[in-house]
């Protein structure tokens, strides 16, 4: 790994939007009276990137975010997906080509900053690479079989051959013993260089992606590689549902017992 990355040679752009099916308002959800937003721009700021940016699509979120002194940039509301949110901010903010820009998503507030540094650096390790990913192994049955968990298989050289909803890879001779390795769980966290994210968001929807529902998908279709690493530590579950949030409260108490909680 590079060095350089520890240097600010990173940034860090945190999409996040108000509209959510399970959890409306969800970056400003209450964490210990702080939003839920705030935590995550804790988690940018422990990680030694040079510059850390909220991308929002909406002027109350906006607000918020300088309140508790984060670089908003307001895009437009319709974006597809956070990689086109991230597109636009590369556009306003006019980054040079080759910024590396990690994506953190707004809806992470234990995300683990050892995975923030790890993905920079493996894009930086990889020059040939337009993104990089990290990835788990799946030792259980229920989580191999279970379509919210996106799996990807991988080259001895390290790039991503596909990620799919489906158990992949079909173990055509039986399943391996108890324990053993599956497969690998995708997570969902991205280095770019900033002139990629700018062709993918000027690139149609792939027919791979539109089946799956996987973004990536449009990469690998447009030809560009993804780096791909084990992740060096497991990480937390995001926030998706008001259980998710809940579970997420628990932790944060626990690691600071003494704070005030206006739930």
């Not at 990355?5 to 999409?15: E, L, M, R």
């Not at 974006?79 to 636009?88: V, W």
């Not at 890879?169 to 039986?174: A, E, K, L, S, V």
């Not at 993804?226 to 060096?232: C, G, Q, Y």
């Amino acid at each position: 790994m590079s060095e350089a990355v520890f240097d600010g040679d990173f940034c860090v752009i945190i999409p996040a939007r108000m509209s959510s099916s399970r959890l409306p308002g969800k970056p400003l959800a209450d964490i210990h009276g702080r939003p839920m937003l705030a935590w995550v721009h804790d988690c940018a700021k422990e990680c030694g990137a040079g510059r850390i940016i909220v991308a929002v699509d909406d002027a109350d979120l906006h607000a918020a975010a300088e309140q508790f002194g984060a670089h908003a940039v307001l895009t437009r509301a319709d974006h597809e997906s956070g990689t086109d949110r991230l597109a636009e901010v590369v556009t306003q903010l006019g980054l040079a080509e080759d910024q590396i820009v990690v994506n953190l998503q707004g809806d992470e507030p234990l995300m683990h900053p050892e995975l923030l540094r790890q993905v920079a650096g493996l894009l930086v390790a990889q020059k040939e690479a337009a993104m990089a990913t990290l990835m788990v192994p799946i030792t259980a049955m229920d989580e191999f079989n279970d379509p919210s968990a996106v799996k990807v298989v991988a080259s001895e050289a390290g790039k991503a051959l596909y990620f799919s909803r489906s158990p992949i890879p079909f173990h055509r001779d039986g399943l391996p013993e108890n324990g053993a390795v599956l497969g690998f769980r995708h997570l969902g966290v991205y280095a770019y260089r900033a002139g990629f994210l700018q062709r993918f968001a000027a690139a149609p929807m792939a027919e791979l992606e539109r089946a799956e529902k996987l973004e990536q998908l449009r990469a690998l279709a447009m030809g560009e590689s993804i780096a791909v690493a084990v992740a060096e530590v497991i990480p937390h579950a995001g926030v998706d549902t008001p259980s998710d949030l809940e579970r997420v409260r628990a932790v944060l108490r626990a690691r600071q017992p003494a704070v005030e909680t206006n739930e």
